[in-house]
């Protein structure tokens, strides 16, 4: 049994259904959605988009009439998180585009969470208000000061019922410490602190302290035509506080401790799978850049993702992978038309299910990819406006190659490369996923017998 889900069976991984039509956030290149977090319990789903604006879904409580209405969520709050801003001193343009979200365990009533785009980070306060006090003695009922002269009794204030209201306010912002484009967040395991990493640098941070970060990793090398990686993604250990680990460019995965030193450019372990040499192409380079990496629940497992696999490696094994899944290997003759049209510099993100033994991952089409770790077995899925009714089974779908194409295959030539799902997010204990498609988000569970 897997706690909180029950035996993973054939249809947990097979048979997904819309918990919801599809959600449309908007039709603009502002509107397309660049990030998807659930939070710590799974109530709270929060997207951000090109635009610089967080949504929040929240989950619909059950009710006894309606117990399928369970899964559905429905939008909580919206905000402006970041707006565009120019560096007038490198006459930079610097975007709005929500790069990440990562929410912070709840520990009260609010819920709190951090966005950043290219260059700040933000710690937003979301809050519900459904009282209002009323009865000042020095203001009238429109908030305007009253003469003192004119108060002849003594009143005392009451709190008064109104519409519920939800409120998010910014409560720290986290300025000019990355000279280059920020990609990823990771809160640490003590809720103290936080990591920011860029191209080349890595800064922790405290959340109390907003002018002060220290920089933990910094691979700019002193003439930067030396430069030969650039750090991709990075991410906290779920329970050490002292570890982390990042990838980079070239393909490989370094994990530090920050009790060896406070500048962790020396790594406790460095992570690489050596390359075939019959498999060595002009693209080799591009197609092996990480562009995910995530600990498993458990921290004993890391998940990365390149342009074509995503691999499974053991924290205690660094020479090779335990497991490596094909994506769409299909895609491997298709390179040179995918370099013309800058798709095979998409950043594909990765994640894993609650129990650690089912991991997903996007592709072209609409098309996302499950793996079970278990059984061995995957499948294809498509996140489309066609199957989007509430309750719809999704129908699995395979890709032809070549030579005769069956009636319900579709051809490797008749692909949307316009059409990818770069961003995906599972429940942490449900088998509820939530997937972005452009401008478009989708919410699934396994079906429900």
């Given amino acids: 049994m897997i706690p909180g889900i029950g035996t993973l069976t054939q249809d947990t991984l097979w048979c997904f259904s819309q918990v919801k039509g599809t959600i449309e956030i908007g039709v603009t290149e502002a509107d397309i959605i660049s990030t998807v977090e659930f939070n710590h319990t799974g109530e709270l789903l929060a997207t951000g988009d090109k635009g610089g604006r967080v949504v929040i879904f929240q989950r619909e409580q059950e009710s006894k009439n309606q117990v399928h209405r369970r899964g559905e969520y429905n939008v909580y709050s919206t905000f402006q998180s970041h707006e565009p801003e120019f560096d007038y001193l490198k006459s930079l343009e610097i975007e709005e585009k929500i790069n990440k979200i990562r929410w912070l365990p709840q520990q009260n ?85 936080y990591m920011s990493a860029d191209d080349l640098r890595i800064n922790l941070w405290n959340f109390e302290i907003t002018n002060q970060s220290f920089n933990i990793v910094d691979i700019k090398p002193a003439n930067m035509e030396e430069l030969t990686e ?123 299910n609650g129990s650690d033994s089912v991991i997903m991952t996007g592709s072209y089409n609409n098309f996302f990819r499950m793996f079970d770790r278990n059984t061995k077995r995957d499948v294809t899925l498509e996140a489309s406006r066609e199957n989007s009714k509430p309750r719809a089974i999704l129908k699995p779908r395979k890709v032809c190659v070549g030579g005769k194409r069956r009636k319900d295959e579709i051809s490797v030539d008749s692909l949307d490369f316009s059409k990818k799902i770069l961003h995906t997010a599972w429940h942490p204990s449900e088998n509820i996923i939530a997937v972005a498609a452009t401008n478009n988000l989708y919410i699934f569970q396994d079906k429900v017998n």
């Avoid at 429109?142 to 204030?157: C, M, W």
């Avoid at 409120?167 to 280059?180: D, G, K």
């Avoid at 092996?288 to 497992?301: A, L, W």
């Fill in 230 to 352: 650039v750090i991709t993604a990075a991410e906290f250990h779920p329970h050490h506080c002292n570890s982390f680990v990042y990838s980079s460019s070239k393909g490989t995965i370094r994990l530090c401790d920050m009790r060896a030193s406070a500048l962790c450019d020396r790594h406790s372990k460095f992570f690489e799978e050596p390359e075939d040499p019959s498999n060595r192409s002009f693209f080799s380079e591009i197609i092996s850049s990480i562009s995910d990496v995530k600990f498993s629940h458990s921290g004993r497992y890391i998940m990365t993702r390149d342009y074509l696999t995503v691999k499974v490696w053991d924290l205690n094994m660094e020479n090779r992978p335990i497991e490596t899944y094909q994506v769409h290997d299909y895609l491997r003759s298709k390179l040179c038309s995918l370099y013309e049209n800058d798709c095979i510099f998409d950043k594909f993100e990765c994640v894993w």
């Fill in 109 to 193: 009533a609010a819920y709190f969470l951090l966005s950043t785009n290219d260059k700040t980070v933000k710690l937003w306060k979301v809050s519900e208000r459904d009282k209002r006090p009323e009865g000042y003695n020095l203001k009238d009922e429109e908030g305007r000061l009253r003469d003192p002269a004119t108060i002849t009794t003594l009143r005392v204030p009451v709190l008064r019922p109104m519409d519920l209201m939800v409120e998010a306010t910014p409560r720290r912002v986290f300025a000019n410490a990355h000279t280059y484009h920020i990609n990823s967040i990771s809160v640490n395991s003590d809720y103290e602190t």
